[in-house]
C-alpha cells in the first residue's frame, strides 16, 4: 500500500520546519482541501514528537563542563559563574538566587541557563511586589484578557493558575523581557498582602524535571518547567509553604 | 578560539541528542560526544570561522559512531540527572503510555537503513537544517529529503510492536 502523499517533499519540508511562511501558507491551504495530505501531515509531525520525547537534553552547563574537563586550558572557569554575572549586570538585582541557581544544578534546557532564569524572576519579583499603585499591567479582574493577551505575545497557551484554596488571589499579571524572548508574571496575594509571583516563558526544548528550590535571605524560588513553559514560582515563605503552592501551580497547569 | 569555544557549545546539545538517539544509552552518548569534542578541538585548524559548526561536528560524530572507536574509550563521566526526572512530580498514565511509545519509535528508527536512520535523526532530534545535514552526510538536499521520506515511510509500513531492550 503505497500513498503518493509520502512522498510529497513539500510535506517533509513542513513538518521539518524548512518552509518560508508563505511556502507554509499554501502548503497548509492544500492540506484543507485534501484530508489524507492533513492526516499524514499530522502523523509525522507525531513521528517527530515522539522521537523528540525519547531524547533527554542536557542543560548546557553540562556542554560547558565537558569541554573544560577534556581540555583545561581551553576553558579556565566553568560557564556558570560567567553567566550569573552577566544576568546580574543586566539586572541589577537577582543577584543571589541566580548566583545559587548555576552552582546548584541547571534546569534550562536548551539553552536557558537556570541561573539566569532565576535571576530575571526574582529580580521581577522584588520590583514589582514592592510597587503600591502599580504593581500589575493587566489587573486579576480581567483574567480573560490577561490570558488572551499574553497567549498571543508568548505564542504558547498561557494558563494562569488558581491559588484561591491556599488563599492567594489573582492580582494580575504583566509582560517581561525575558534572557531568551518574553515572559509573563503573575503576582498573587494575601489577604494580609503577602505577595507571590510566578514567571513563566516559553522552554526552547521538550523536557520535563522536578521542582527545584532555591533560597537566600527569605526568599524561596521554586523551579520547574514542563514540555512546554519554563516556570519559577517566588516568593518570600518557606520552603514548605512554596512547595506546596508550587504543586497546586503545576496540578493546574497541566 | 573564544568564538570556535562558544560555536562548540552551542553546537553540543544537538549533538549529544543525536548520540543519544544513536547509541540510545546516556553513557556512550557522553563517550561519543567527548571523543567528537576532543577531536574538533585537535583539528580546529580546518575548520574556518565563518562555517557554521554543527554540520562538521555532526560529521565528526557520525563518523566515530560508525567507526565504533568510541567503545574503547573510558571516560569520567559527569554527574548528570535525567532531564526527565519525573519522579516528584504527579505523572498521568497516559504520559508515561507516552514516554514508552516514544522509546519504542526509538528502537525502531535504530532499524531503519543506516543511511535514512542518519538523516531522519540529524534532521528531527539534532534539530540540524536539510542544508546542515546536507552538509554533515555529504550528499544534496534533495537525497536528504528522500531518504527522509522513505525513512518516514518505512516507519509507518512497520509498525509492529519491537520488544524493548536494553543497550549495553
Not at chain 1, 507554509?24 to 484530508?35: D, G, V
Not at chain 1, 499524514?40 to 517527530?48: C, F, G, K, T, Y
Amino acid at each position: 500500500m503505497t500513498h503518493a502523499e509520502d512522498f510529497d517533499p513539500t510535506l517533509h519540508r513542513y513538518a521539518d520546519g524548512e518552509m518560508t511562511q508563505d511556502e507554509m501558507r499554501t502548503f497548509e491551504a492544500r492540506m484543507e482541501a485534501n484530508p489524507a495530505l492533513a492526516a499524514r501531515v499530522a502523523e509525522v509531525m507525531a513521528l517527530n514528537e515522539a522521537l523528540n520525547m525519547a531524547v533527554p537534553s542536557p542543560q548546557a552547563t553540562y556542554f560547558a563542563k565537558m569541554i573544560s574537563n577534556i581540555s583545561p586550558d581551553i576553558s579556565p572557569r566553568s560557564a556558570w559563574p560567567r553567566r550569573a554575572v552577566a544576568a546580574v549586570a543586566l539586572l541589577g538585582i537577582g543577584l543571589a538566587l541566580g548566583y545559587w541557581g548555576g552552582v546548584t544544578r541547571s534546569a534550562g534546557q536548551g539553552g536557558v541557563p537556570e541561573s539566569q532564569l532565576l535571576a530575571s524572576a526574582s529580580a521581577a519579583h522584588m520590583l514589582y511586589t514592592a510597587e503600591v499603585l502599580h504593581p500589575v499591567d493587566v489587573s486579576g479582574d480581567e483574567r480573560d484578557h490577561l490570558k488572551t493577551w499574553l497567549t498571543k505575545r508568548l505564542g504558547a497557551e498561557v494558563r494562569i493558575p488558581t491559588l484561591t484554596q491556599e488563599g492567594f488571589s489573582l492580582v494580575g499579571g504583566r509582560l517581561l523581557p525575558a534572557p531568551y524572548g518574553a515572559a509573563a508574571q503573575f503576582m498573587y496575594e494575601t489577604e494580609s498582602g503577602q505577595r507571590v509571583t510566578l514567571y513563566l516563558t516559553p522552554t526552547v526544548q521538550m523536557a520535563v524535571t522536578s521542582l527545584k528550590f532555591n533560597t537566600h535571605d527569605g526568599l524561596t524560588a521554586v523551579s520547574w518547567q514542563d514540555p512546554h513553559w519554563h516556570y519559577v514560582l517566588v516568593g518570600a515563605a518557606s520552603r514548605s509553604e512554596m512547595e506546596h503552592l508550587a504543586k497546586r501551580v503545576h496540578g493546574d497547569v497541566i | 578560539m573564544a568564538k570556535f569555544k562558544a560555536e562548540l557549545e552551542a553546537a553540543l546539545p544537538a549533538i549529544w541528542r543525536y548520540a543519544y538517539a544513536l547509541t540510545r544509552d546516556h553513557a556512550r552518548a557522553d563517550d561519543l560526544v567527548q571523543d567528537c569534542v576532543e577531536r574538533a578541538l585537535n583539528k580546529r585548524h580546518l575548520w574556518s570561522a565563518d562555517r557554521p559548526l554543527r554540520p562538521w561536528l555532526a560529521k565528526i560524530a557520525l563518523n566515530l559512531f560508525r567507526n565504533g572507536l568510541h567503545r574503547d574509550r573510558a571516560h569520567l563521566h559527569l554527574a548528570y540527572d535525567e532531564a526527565g526526572d519525573i519522579s516528584d512530580l504527579p505523572v498521568s498514565e497516559t504520559h508515561m503510555d507516552a514516554r514508552l511509545d516514544a522509546r519504542r519509535t526509538l528502537v525502531r528508527v535504530a532499524q531503519l537503513p543506516e543511511e535514512q536512520r542518519h538523516a531522519l535523526l540529524l534532521v528531527t532530534v539534532g534539530g540540524l537544517s536539510y542544508a546542515e545535514t546536507a552538509e554533515a552526510l555529504g550528499v544534496p538536499i534533495g537525497t536528504v529529503m528522500s531518504r527522509i521520506a522513505r525513512a518516514r515511510h518505512r516507519l509507518k509500513q512497520d509498525p509492529q510492536p519491537v520488544q524493548l531492550r536494553s543497550v549495553t
